[in-house]
């Protein structure tokens, strides 16, 4: 009898315990759960990273493989068709003394100290006509310059692909301030504004982001900055200047990748 009333009163402890059980086991397998997710989630995050570097590498690498344009000179595209010939009067007294120098020959020299100099022997060749002197040219750039500034930004590009984005945000921020017309100039100012949001410095990044914007409008990566933009205001919490950003690359370039991730991002925000 004894045994059956202790066994009475240990049954609702016993069923206490067992439910405080199920309800722990419960939990920690939702954390698992969720814990797993998140690192899914991470591991697509950083395959789309990965993937995104590849491709901004095989960019970089065809324009750092291409020939710089050939610059013409400001002199050269200011000289005529036809080269003007200017005409000296000849005198009409023969006695007249002509103000033209007359021109002197060097001859070999009979000693190697000396070098002796003589007058031609046809006079009238100074009265012939001369050509007008053209204005001395300026030297064109020649490639060295250019490969100086190429070798330049592919150091700066090994720092960003290698992970030090403070000195590829120094080094890519000086080459566009520097280059502003050098056909890489829209890319260095494009990765020091990425290499600002990798920092999560979102204000900067975005300001360099709207820079590629206004200042290279027909840059290769207008569309991943005004993404990148929209990003950026995203997670500062502004979320209508996001949408803003978002609705402009879809309109802009509404056929591109930027712009299907721009739709998802805008369905993210009703």
Known sequence: MKSNLAIAWMLPALVVCACASTAETTRRLGALEQDL??????????????????????????????????????????????QVVKLRPVEKSSSAKSDLPLPRVLLPPVDPNEVEERLPVDRDAARRPVLAEDEPRKPAAGGAADEKLVEAFRKAFDAYRGGDFERAIS???????????????????????????????????????????????????VASA?????????????????????????????????????????????
């Open 226 to 270: 005004m993404l990148f933009k929209g990003r950026c205001s995203e997670r500062r919490g502004n979320r209508e200047a996001a949408r803003g950003a978002y609705l402009q690359v879809v309109q802009s370039y509404p056929r591109s990748d930027e712009a299907a991730e721009a739709n998802r991002r805008l369905d993210a925000l009703r």
């Open 171 to 221: 080094a890519m921020q000086s080459f566009a301030e520097k280059n502003p017309s050098h056909r890489l100039a829209p890319d260095a100012l494009y990765y020091a504004a990425k290499a600002e949001l990798d920092l999560g410095r979102l204000e900067a990044a975005e300001k360099k982001f709207d820079a590629v914007i206004d200042k290279y409008p027909r840059s290769s990566h």
């Open 37 to 82: 997710i998140d690192l899914r989630r991470d591991q697509r995050r950083m395959a789309q990273r990965i993937e995104e570097l590849q491709i901004q590498l095989t960019v970089v690498q065809k324009k750092l493989e291409q020939p710089a344009p050939p610059q013409k000179s400001s002199d050269a595209s200011r000289e005529p068709a036809l």
